[in-house]
Antibody, heavy 122, light 107 residues
Framework: QVQVVQSGAEVKQPGASVKVSCKTS????????LHWVRQAPGQGLEWMAL????????KFSQNFQGRVTITRDTSASTVYMELSSLRSEDTAVYYC???????????????WGQGTLVTVSS | EIVLTQSPGTLSLSPGERATLSCRAS???????LAWHQQKPGQAPRLLIY???TRATGIPDRFSGSGSGTDFTLTIASLEPEDFAVYYC????????FGQGTKVEIK
């Protein structure tokens, strides 16, 4: 069965960076894309970025361009999201989620990770 | 980028009642690339509907999706206690975005 398992909670100081991992299993890693979606406390879902696990190409929301880096390790079926220059407003649950893709189009998210709480506080 | 606007913000209903949730797009959605996700408190979201009207695996048939172009609807035919949650629409394809959510709460 498909599993998407994220790393544990993090506490960071303002200005620091955080790197969250997302390990997948139960399917062919390179046939799908992985998205990052965040949810601030009491707020809705905000799409951040994705990586095509096959090609390694990435797409970003304009809100995060330049501040987020997405990488993959195909041998470990794992993707990583690094967010830099953290500020208090980045406190949120960060979700990793899978979707299919074809010909430059990325499809609906069908599996979600459990989420990783990142707290930014001095 | 397509902006999705969901209404109402909150829907107060009793178990057994019908729920109708709306998702309006700022421009026409290509190929009905519109999905619905359910999120319960403290949990990750779960896919309910994709392609505007296709139920995901294991989703009960009381959930149905409809619409095209810019107007989409999620209908829950008869609310069960476990259906009280927040529902998000998602546009996918060339770009990705979520609506702000509709909370379905017990009246």
């Amino acid at each position: 069965q498909v599993q998407v398992v994220q790393s544990g909670a993090e506490v960071k100081q303002p200005g620091a960076s955080v790197k969250v991992s997302c390990k997948t299993s139960g399917y062919t890693f390179t046939y799908y894309a992985l998205h990052w979606v965040r949810q601030a406390p009491g707020q809705g879902l905000e799409w951040m970025a994705l990586i095509n696990a096959g090609h390694g190409s990435t797409k970003f929301s304009q809100n995060f361009q330049g501040r987020v880096t997405i990488t993959r390790d195909t041998s470990a079926s794992t993707v990583y999201m690094e967010l830099s220059s953290l500020r208090s407003e980045d406190t949120a649950v960060y979700y990793c989620a899978r979707s299919g893709y074809s010909s430059g189009y990325y499809f609906y998210i069908d599996y979600w990770g459990q989420g990783t709480l990142v707290t930014v506080s001095s | 980028e397509i902006v999705l606007t969901q209404s109402p913000g909150t829907l107060s209903l009793s178990p057994g009642e019908r729920a109708t949730l709306s998702c309006r797009a700022s421009q026409s959605v290509t190929s009905n690339y519109l999905a619905w996700h359910q999120q319960k408190p403290g949990q990750a979201p779960r896919l309910l509907i994709y392609g505007a009207s296709t139920r995901a695996t294991g989703i009960p048939d009381r959930f149905s999706g409809s619409g095209s172009g810019t107007d989409f609807t999620l209908t829950i035919a008869s609310l069960e206690p476990e259906d009280f949650a927040v529902y998000y629409c998602q546009h996918y394809g060339g770009s990705q975005t979520f609506g702000q959510g509709t909370k379905v709460e017990i009246k």
